[in-house]
């Protein structure tokens, strides 16, 4: 049995060696030749695993540590039979906290009282509910807009887009990226969202690059219709574009799921999912780090507490001074912990 992982996969160098052949590569170095003989992936969203790269060779599964599955073509993998894990959840404690850094930071350099403002919440899956829990924890007042959900019946206080917009200091997408069904995400928040924005909220944009229409925002933002916008996940990355990312109030990498808390969470689940369905006795694993003790702050106090654990700014600034490097700021990241809050 071989395995082809993505080496920038943390913690799990060596686990499979003892018991298959396995190839460590960049995910710039996964392709069709390279894959060919293997019976399994490991990737990161930077694979895309379609047609291309999968028709004739002799992958039976693909395992992606990523909470997201855009990159991989789902249909053509059940039509060939390719079994696909995706490790849902695993980072979602790491947004919500990233988003409390944005808001941290953003509080503060406006001055504002976080316990008078909205936060709107756009996608109400993993992230979406860890982040209420944060913004509940913080004395926010939250309003929370996911329509596929909503008509599915799950039992909640839904509004729409529109109420969203009209109502919420702060917009907070947490979406998968659609450009299909009945409700695509594709520039979701597009020039007629943003005219609808009525209290000049801070946009923040940790779900999908294309979800947000970047262009339109900037408009906005110039116009006055909104205050600021933070952005972790773009349009055409690793080739964003500069002048968005100059006027940006928090930019980042690509990163906020990136802590190494998130990270040993999907790596351990990858695991676990490749060693059950190709029954390797005893490989289970779990990586799962020791928490990151705090204080049950909250309020204010926590704000305090998220700025000090975790200075974004920094990432913000390094993206910044160095566009160019996007790609090595996401493959060479410092350790970042989460903070134990629940």
């Given at each position: 049995?071989?395995?082809?992982?993505d080496?920038?996969?943390?913690?799990?160098?060596?686990?499979?060696d003892s018991?298959?052949?396995?190839e460590?590569?960049?995910?710039?170095?996964?392709?069709?030749?390279?894959v060919?003989?293997?019976?399994?992936?490991?990737?990161?969203?930077?694979?895309?695993?379609?047609?291309?790269?999968?028709?004739?060779?002799?992958?039976?599964?693909?395992?992606?540590?990523?909470?997201?599955?855009?990159?991989?073509?789902m249909?053509?993998?059940?039509?060939?039979?390719?079994e696909?894990?995706v490790?849902?959840?695993?980072?979602?404690?790491?947004?919500?906290?990233?988003?409390?850094?944005?808001?941290?930071?953003?509080?503060?350099k406006?001055?504002?009282?976080?316990?008078?403002?909205?936060?709107?919440?756009?996608?109400y899956?993993?992230?979406g509910?860890?982040?209420?829990?944060?913004?509940?924890?913080?004395?926010v007042?939250?309003?929370?807009?996911?329509p596929?959900?909503?008509q599915?019946?799950?039992?909640h206080?839904?509004?729409?887009l529109?109420?969203?917009?009209?109502?919420?200091?702060?917009i907070?997408?947490?979406?998968?990226?659609?450009?299909?069904?009945?409700?695509?995400?594709?520039?979701?928040?597009?020039?007629?969202?943003?005219?609808?924005?009525?209290?000049?909220?801070?946009?923040?944009?940790?779900a999908r690059?294309?979800?947000?229409?970047?262009?339109?925002?900037t408009?906005?933002y110039?116009?006055?219709?909104?205050?600021?916008?933070?952005?972790?996940?773009w349009?055409?990355?690793p080739?964003?574009?500069?002048?968005?990312?100059k006027?940006?109030?928090?930019?980042?990498p690509?990163?906020?799921?990136y802590?190494?808390?998130?990270?040993?969470?999907?790596t351990?689940?990858c695991?676990?999912?490749?060693?059950?369905?190709?029954?390797?006795?005893?490989l289970?694993?779990?990586?799962?780090?020791?928490?990151?003790?705090t204080?049950?702050?909250?309020?204010?106090?926590?704000?305090?507490?998220?700025?000090?654990?975790?200075?974004?700014e920094r990432?913000?600034?390094?993206?910044?001074?160095n566009?160019?490097?996007?790609?090595?700021?996401?493959?060479n990241?410092?350790?970042?912990?989460?903070?134990?809050?629940?």
């Amino acid at each position: 049995m071989k395995i082809v992982i993505d080496r920038n996969i943390p913690f799990i160098e060596g686990v499979f060696d003892s018991v298959c052949s396995v190839e460590y590569l960049p995910s710039a170095f996964i392709d069709h030749l390279s894959v060919k003989e293997a019976d399994a992936l490991i990737v990161r969203t930077r694979t895309r695993c379609d047609k291309a790269l999968l028709l004739g060779t002799n992958i039976k599964m693909i395992a992606t540590a990523t909470a997201g599955y855009e990159h991989i073509d789902m249909d053509f993998c059940r039509k060939v039979g390719i079994e696909v894990f995706v490790a849902r959840g695993c980072n979602a404690s790491s947004v919500a906290q990233y988003i409390g850094s944005v808001l941290a930071v953003w509080t503060a350099k406006k001055q504002l009282d976080i316990s008078t403002l909205t936060l709107g919440i756009v996608g109400y899956g993993f992230v979406g509910k860890a982040v209420e829990k944060m913004a509940n924890r913080l004395g926010v007042k939250v309003l929370v807009n996911d329509p596929p959900l909503e008509q599915s019946g799950v039992r909640h206080d839904f509004v729409s887009l529109s109420d969203i917009a009209e109502q919420c200091d702060i917009i907070s997408f947490h979406t998968s990226l659609t450009n299909d069904g009945k409700f695509p995400t594709y520039h979701l928040a597009d020039t007629a969202f943003f005219e609808r924005c009525a209290k000049r909220p801070l946009i923040v944009n940790a779900a999908r690059g294309g979800v947000v229409d970047e262009q339109a925002m900037t408009e906005a933002y110039r116009d006055g219709r909104i205050g600021g916008f933070a952005i972790d996940c773009w349009e055409g990355e690793p080739d964003i574009n500069s002048h968005i990312l100059k006027e940006a109030f928090i930019a980042t990498p690509h990163i906020a799921g990136y802590s190494a808390d998130g990270k040993a969470n999907a790596t351990a689940m990858c695991i676990n999912a490749i060693s059950e369905y190709f029954s390797l006795n005893g490989l289970a694993v779990q990586t799962k780090l020791s928490p990151k003790q705090t204080n049950m702050s909250k309020g204010s106090q926590l704000l305090r507490t998220l700025i000090q654990n975790y200075d974004i700014e920094r990432d913000s600034i390094n993206l910044k001074n160095n566009p160019e490097r996007f790609e090595y700021f996401r493959n060479n990241y410092p350790e970042r912990r989460e903070l134990e809050l629940s």
